[in-house]
């Protein structure tokens, strides 16, 4: 069924009985009830993936889905993508891990999520290193290795701020030292664990709050000094919203893209349980890429070539409670309760269903191989790479796509 009308009518229905419930992805996320036995799928290595399997459509089955996505594609090492591809791997979601190192071949990036940057009196430490997971690293550099041109995956930890104060916060923006003191501890446990650069995420936090000079001179100096190491720098960046506007924007690009690596562009989250919906409209897509990187502008194609377009391998649950978002998980619990095709909205292009079971009443979207395959496709058809949150959350046969 295509019914986008039926959609907004059915989404102002559930709106009305939603509670401000606040969901997130982190280690206490719901826990999946399945009681299905996962070994009678079919699963592993397959002989035919999933376009010569019919499995690419934009009203999938739902029973083809819980047959189907186990399996993968037996050569896991053919890539159908040719931008950069990243993908974040968190502790909370370990099946990341496997996906990392089954599908090596087809990342050029992973960041794994493990570390943060502390204060600890007038010093800077870097948290979580206890989750660094050193064999698992070389594993995945061993399997994705190209024979004939040497390339092998890098690997780019995230670090973000952790417990700043703003007091804290003023000081390493106004003081060059300060920052240096940053960058010298990030650069020894770069050294340290072999990592070949890093993701940071400070944009989304400071942006709006403090002037563009002061975070281009903190993004700038970490930037240079890291280079000087052989070290390269990944910003994540947020989306053009209408209720934030230009977080970060042409301007914004111009000044640092010849510095930056790349940039993690965060196309996802659009609806949360205040607003439900889809979790990232192909238009949102579009024009979030379209807002940084303008068709006809200088330089168009070098700065799309380092915009990492976000995929969400995540979806959401709304719920006359709230609900929130849901991995893989969750995810087959309710899809395995609808009879048919799961509707898809033609505005967004994404899928979505709607089921009553024991819990009560659900609207779900999630990402189906049709909906990640035509934001891979726009990805192409722009000229930019993909950024993926995250490797755990989503289902084997999705990285036939990639």
């Given at each position: 069924m295509r019914a986008p009308n039926a959609l907004l009518l059915l989404l102002a229905v559930l709106l009305l009985l939603l509670t401000s419930v606040q969901g997130t992805l982190a280690p206490d996320s719901h826990k999946s009830k399945s009681k299905?036995?996962?070994s009678a799928l079919r699963g592993g290595p397959q002989d035919q993936d999933v376009f010569d399997l019919g499995l690419v459509s934009p009203e999938p089955l739902a029973k083809d889905i819980v047959s189907n996505h186990r399996g993968y594609f037996k050569d896991t090492g053919l890539r159908r993508f040719n931008g950069t591809t990243l993908g974040y791997v968190t502790p909370w979601n370990s099946h990341g891990y496997d996906v990392a190192k089954i599908f090596a071949k087809k990342f050029d990036i992973i960041s794994p999520v493990w570390l943060q940057i502390v204060k600890q009196g007038d010093r800077y430490a870097v948290a979580g290193t206890h989750d660094i997971d050193a064999g698992w690293v070389t594993d995945v550099r061993r399997k994705g290795k190209l024979v004939h041109n040497q390339r092998t995956v890098k690997v780019f930890p995230r670090f973000i701020f952790d417990h700043f104060t703003d007091r804290d916060i003023k000081?390493?923006?106004?003081?060059?030292?300060?920052?240096?003191?940053v960058n010298d501890v990030l650069i020894k446990c770069c050294k340290d664990n072999g990592f070949d650069g890093l993701v940071l995420e400070v944009w989304s936090q400071l942006a709006g709050r403090i002037d563009d000079k002061i975070l281009y001179t903190l993004v700038l100096q970490m930037a240079k000094e890291l280079q000087k190491q052989q070290l390269r720098l990944i910003l994540v960046i947020p989306p053009?919203?209408?209720?934030t506007g230009h977080l970060f924007g042409e301007k914004h690009m111009d000044k640092l893209f010849k510095h930056i690596y790349a940039f993690s562009l965060m196309t996802y989250d659009f609806s949360s349980v205040q607003r439900?919906?889809?979790?990232?409209?192909?238009y949102f897509v579009r024009k979030a890429v379209e807002t940084i990187a303008p068709e006809g502008c200088t330089d168009m194609a070098a700065k799309r070539a380092k915009i990492l377009l976000g995929l969400n391998m995540y979806?959401?649950?709304y719920t006359p409670d709230g609900g929130g978002p849901i991995t893989f998980s969750q995810y087959l619990d309710l899809?395995?309760?609808?009879?048919k095709h799961l509707t898809y909205d033609e505005r967004d292009v994404e899928n979505f269903f709607e089921i009553k079971n024991d819990d009560g009443r659900h609207i779900v979207f999630y990402p189906t191989l049709y909906s990640i395959n035509e934001r891979i496709k726009l990805a192409q058809e722009l000229g930019t790479g993909i950024s993926i949150w995250e490797l755990g959350q989503g289902l084997n046969y999705f990285y036939d796509l990639f």
């Open positions: 299905t036995k996962e000081l390493l923006l106004s003081d060059a030292q300060e920052r240096t003191k053009f919203r209408k209720e439900p919906g889809a979790n990232a409209p192909l979806g959401n649950d899809v395995r309760h609808v009879k």
